[in-house]
């Protein structure tokens, strides 16, 4: 079983950063993948930007170039770095991972984008 605690949504202005954090209850070396989603109001939770154990990352095309996931394995945490945010990417952002044939849950941050 996998512990997941998101931090550092909030709200932003258009052009602006935020980082989020997902701290992992065990080590994430042991984890086979982790990844940020977001769902907007009245949207379906979609994929944002996932990252391997081994590394290997991929993105949603419409983030592609302004956020970057990576991790500390020291830490057991995972996180997003958002760069050039738009109103469009307000939404609450959840952290996921895949281990073993079962799917765990953040509890989910918001991040609101708007001038």
């Known amino acids: 079983q996998v512990q997941l605690v998101e931090s550092g949504g909030g709200l932003v202005q258009p052009g602006g950063s935020l980082r989020l954090s997902c701290a992992a209850s065990?080590?994430?070396?042991?984890?086979?993948?982790m990844g940020w989603y977001r769902q907007a109001p009245g949207k379906q939770r979609g994929l944002v930007a996932t990252?391997?154990?081994?590394?290997?990352?991929n993105y949603a095309d419409s983030v592609k170039g302004r956020f970057t996931i990576s991790r500390d394995g020291a830490k057991n945490t995972v996180y997003l770095q958002m760069n050039s945010l738009k109103p469009e990417d307000t939404a609450v952002y959840y952290c996921g991972a895949r281990t073993n044939g079962y799917v765990y849950w953040g509890q989910g941050t918001q991040v609101t984008v708007s001038s």
């Open positions: 990252i391997t154990n081994i590394g290997v990352t």
């Open positions: 065990r080590t994430i070396s042991s984890i086979d993948a």
